[in-house]
C-alpha cells in the first residue's frame, strides 16, 4: 500500500512571500502520478498542480511549482508571490498508474498573512 | 465550479438512520469517486465506479453501498448510522477508468450524525 505523509501540519507565510510544502511518499512502483490538491474554508477540493512521474521536468502552474525528486520520494509544492486567497489546507496525493483512487496525505495548513 | 454536484449540501439524522447522498458527476464524466473525510481518519477512498459498474472498493464499510445510473449519476448509501458516521463526503468524477486520470471533487455533503 501507498503511504503518503506531509510533515508540517501547520504553516504560516506572509503576503507576497514564498513558501514550500513538503510531502513524501512510500511506494514500490515505477510509473504514477503525484497531486497538490487545496482545501478552502469551503471545503471544495480543488487541484493545484499535478506530476507524472515518468517526467523529469517538474510541473509548474502560474505561481504553483513542485520540486520531484523521485529517488527521494519527495514532492514539495512551492508557492510564489504568495496571497490570502492561498489560506487552505493543501494535500498531497499519490496515484498508480493502473490503480484508480487518490491516497491523500493527511494535508498542511497554510495561512498567508498581510 | 468543478461541474460536480452533490446533494444535500448538509444532512443531520440521528444513530440507527439510512441516508442516502447524490452525487452528478461533470458530462462526459464516466468514472465516479466516493470519499469520505473525517477528522480522525482524513480523506479515504471509498468506491469507485465506472460506467454503471462497481471498479474499487476502498475502507467502504458493510453499512455502506453505493450504486451508478444509466444517466450516470451516482448515489451513496449509508445505513445503521453511527456517531462516527459524521464526516464531509465527496464525490469525485473523472473522463475515464483505467488510466490516469484527474478527478473534479463536488462541493461534498456533510453529514451529522446525533
Known amino acids: 500500500a501507498q503511504t503518503v505523509t506531509q510533515s508540517q501540519p501547520e504553516m504560516s507565510v506572509q503576503e507576497a512571500e514564498t513558501v514550500t510544502l513538503s510531502c513524501t511518499y512510500d511506494?514500490?512502483?515505477?510509473?504514477?502520478?503525484l497531486f497538490w490538491y487545496k482545501q478552502p474554508p469551503s471545503r471544495q477540493m480543488i487541484l493545484v498542480i499535478r506530476?507524472?512521474?515518468?517526467?523529469?521536468q517538474n510541473a509548474t502552474e502560474n505561481r504553483f511549482s513542485v520540486n520531484f525528486q523521485k529517488a527521494a520520494k519527495s514532492f514539495s509544492l512551492k508557492i510564489s508571490d504568495s496571497q490570502l486567497g492561498d489560506t487552505a489546507m493543501y494535500f498531497c496525493?499519490?496515484?498508480?498508474?493502473?490503480?484508480?483512487?487518490?491516497?491523500f496525505g493527511k494535508g498542511t495548513s497554510l495561512l498567508v498573512t498581510p | 465550479d468543478s461541474g460536480v454536484t452533490q446533494t444535500p449540501k448538509h444532512l443531520i439524522t440521528a444513530t440507527g438512520q439510512r441516508v442516502t447522498l447524490r452525487c452528478s458527476p461533470r458530462?462526459?464524466?464516466?468514472?465516479v469517486y466516493w470519499y469520505q473525510q473525517s477528522l480522525d481518519q482524513g480523506l479515504q477512498f471509498l468506491i469507485q465506479?465506472?460506467?454503471?459498474?462497481?471498479?474499487a472498493k476502498g475502507n467502504i464499510l458493510e453499512r455502506f453501498s453505493a450504486q451508478q445510473f444509466p444517466d450516470l449519476h451516482s448515489e451513496l448509501n449509508l445505513s445503521s448510522l453511527e456517531l462516527g458516521d459524521s464526516a464531509l463526503y465527496f464525490c469525485?468524477?473523472?473522463?475515464?477508468?483505467?488510466?490516469?486520470?484527474?478527478?473534479?471533487f463536488g462541493p461534498g455533503t456533510r453529514l451529522l450524525v446525533l
Open positions: 506530476q507524472e512521474a515518468y517526467k523529469q
Open positions: 469525485a468524477s473523472a473522463r475515464s477508468a483505467g488510466e490516469w486520470e484527474t478527478q473534479y
Open positions: 496525493a499519490f496515484m498508480k498508474v493502473s490503480g484508480y483512487a487518490l491516497n
Open positions: 511506494t514500490s512502483e515505477n510509473n504514477y502520478y
Open positions: 458530462s462526459g464524466d464516466l468514472s
Open positions: 465506479y465506472y460506467n454503471g459498474e462497481e471498479r
